[in-house]
């Protein structure tokens, strides 16, 4: 497995949860990684990217303010966090971290399909 996201679980709304995700491998130090979320029923929604440099970040709109994307290159594993504060009900999904397959040093990708690389998954639960 080349991705493997852990950190899911039932939280109450307002309250906080960090996920993260581990990348086995030295390709995935040039690329940007990102999150993404699917609700039942709903299409695969962007959550936020980072770029490899670090330097680079975008977020959802319906999470900014909240949400905020970091990684930790090490020499042969990049792990990738997203720590979720302020939490709502409807923040409620999977949500998955993928890594690109365009080597960028400052690029950030909104679009799921410039994914190629994915998670299983990790389920968050916000509570009312």
């Known amino acids: 497995v080349q991705l493997q996201a852990f950190g899911g679980g039932l939280v109450q709304a307002g309250g906080s949860l960090r996920l993260s995700c581990a990348a086995s491998?030295?390709?995935?130090?040039?690329?940007?990684m990102g999150w993404f979320r699917q609700a039942p029923g709903k299409e695969r929604e962007f959550v936020g990217v980072?770029?490899?440099?670090?330097?680079?970040?975008?977020?959802g709109d319906s999470v900014k303010g909240r949400f905020t994307v970091s990684r930790d290159n090490a020499e042969n594993t990049v792990t990738l966090n997203l720590q979720m504060n302020d939490l709502k009900p409807e923040d409620t999904a999977v949500y998955y971290c993928?890594?690109?397959?365009?080597?960028?040093?400052?690029?950030?990708?909104?679009?799921?399909?410039?994914?190629?690389?994915w998670g299983q998954g990790t389920l968050v639960t916000v509570s009312s």
């Open positions: 993928a890594a690109s397959g365009r080597a960028s040093w400052d690029g950030v990708y909104r679009d799921p399909n410039d994914y190629s690389t």
């Open positions: 491998g030295r390709t995935f130090k040039s690329v940007p």
């Open positions: 980072i770029s490899r440099s670090d330097r680079n970040r975008k977020y």
